[in-house]
T-cell receptor, first 111, second 112 residues
């Protein structure tokens, strides 16, 4: 069966610090991968998606970036965090671009 | 801009009642529709998917789709306190690599 992991589970970072969140998927090959952010009391905002290694599409211009160095690894990064980057970051995977399954999420607080 | 609209609630129903959650979407080309449940502080989990007009039943859950009216709903029969959560509606966009568009969710509280 397939499983999706995210770490860390929680993170508290100062404004201006860098960020690296990691997502890995097990039990599948060549999944579509997605990064979402959910701000408190808000809906899911798609940040990036990837259909293959090195292929990243950005949905929202911001100070975040994503990379997919391996087939089942998706990384979300920032060089300098802003207060507005606080939120619940969710990674999702999809077989053949259909149903999406979410990881446990990373709760980021920027102070 | 694709839109998925849900009544934010909160929706309160007594235990054992039927909870009805509604969702409308703006893009007629959407082909796949999904309901997710999200407990407070947790990630969304898939409840049901529906692709064809009509009803689809899975245990206490029934999804209903009407593509002509661009409307999808979720019925929860015999509601339990454990069903208290936020329910997210999602639709796909086959023109953009099957990206999902999510509603902001409906908060459901089942009162014991």
């Amino acid at each position: 069966s397939q499983t999706i992991h995210q770490w860390p589970a929680t993170l508290v970072q100062p404004v201006g610090s860098p960020l690296s969140l990691e997502c890995t998927v097990e039990g599948t090959s060549n999944p579509n991968l997605y990064w979402y952010r959910q701000a408190a009391g808000r809906g899911l905002q798609l940040l990036f998606y990837s259909v293959g290694i090195g292929q990243i599409s950005s949905e929202v211009p911001q100070n975040l970036s994503a990379s997919r160095p391996q087939d089942r690894q998706f990384i979300l990064s920032s060089k300098k965090l802003l207060l507005s980057d606080s939120g619940f970051y969710l990674c999702a995977w999809s077989p053949l671009g259909d149903t999406q399954y979410f990881g446990p999420g990373t709760r980021l607080t920027v102070l | 801009q694709k839109e998925v609209e849900q009544n934010s609630g909160p929706l309160s129903v007594p235990e054992g009642a039927i909870a009805s959650l509604n969702c409308t979407y703006s893009d007629r080309v959407s082909q796949s529709f999904f309901w997710y449940r999200q407990y407070s502080g947790k990630s969304p989990e898939l409840i049901m998917s529906i692709y064809s007009n009509g009803d689809k039943e899975d245990g206490r859950f029934t999804a209903q789709l009407n593509k002509a009216s661009q409307y999808v709903s979720l019925l929860i029969r015999d509601s339990q306190p454990s069903d208290s959560a936020t329910y997210l509606c999602a639709v796909n966009d086959p023109n953009t690599g099957n990206q999902f568009y999510f509603g902001t969710g409906t908060s459901l509280t089942v009162i014991p």
